[in-house]
């Protein structure tokens, strides 16, 4: 799950509830800093996206997940390609793409993509 980041204004729970109307305060004395609606009420959670300590079933968490397209180089013929969407560089070697494998070399991440977690 990816951690919510300051401005977002939806979030989602770590059982998947939405939440709306986050809205982040600047106080430094503060314990619950993000106020937000879920299932119709006004909840508080730590900076951090924490309802309590240790792990929680309201805990909240970035509705999108990123992907990168990434840079290969082929060391044979010296070409670039792009790569189809992958979250980290382990999980392009870990895939059965064609660009995984010994004479392909991953240059860079290159272009963002957001989507919506289901």
Same mark, same amino acid.
């Not at 300590?53 to 390609?81: A, T």
């Not at 560089?89 to 064609?98: A, F, G, Q, T």
């Given at each position: 799950?990816?951690?919510?980041?300051?401005?977002?204004?939806?979030?989602?729970?770590?059982?998947?509830?939405?939440?709306?109307?986050?809205?982040?305060?600047?106080?430094?004395?503060?314990?619950?800093?993000?106020?937000?609606?879920?299932?119709?009420?006004?909840?508080?959670?730590?900076?951090? #996206?924490?309802?309590?300590?240790?792990?929680?079933?309201?805990?909240?968490?970035?509705?999108?997940?990123?992907?990168?397209?990434?840079?290969?180089?082929?060391?044979?013929? #010296?070409?670039?390609?792009?790569?189809?969407?992958?979250?980290?560089?382990?999980?392009?070697?870990?895939?059965?793409?064609?660009?995984?494998?010994?004479?392909?070399?991953?240059?860079?991440?290159?272009?963002?993509?957001?989507?919506?977690?289901?």
């Amino acid at each position: 799950m990816n951690p919510i980041k300051k401005g977002m204004t939806e979030a989602v729970t770590r059982d998947g509830r939405k939440v709306t109307q986050l809205t982040w305060f600047e106080a430094e004395n503060a314990m619950y800093t993000v106020v937000g609606v879920l299932d119709g009420n006004i909840e508080s959670w730590n900076e951090d #996206g924490s309802y309590t300590v240790g792990e929680h079933e309201q805990d909240i968490f970035s509705p999108v997940e990123y992907e990168w397209q990434w840079l290969v180089r082929n060391q044979l013929s #010296g070409q670039f390609h792009t790569t189809k969407f992958f979250k980290t560089e382990e999980s392009l070697r870990n895939s059965n793409d064609k660009f995984n494998s010994f004479e392909w070399c991953i240059i860079s991440r290159i272009e963002e993509s957001k989507r919506e977690v289901k």
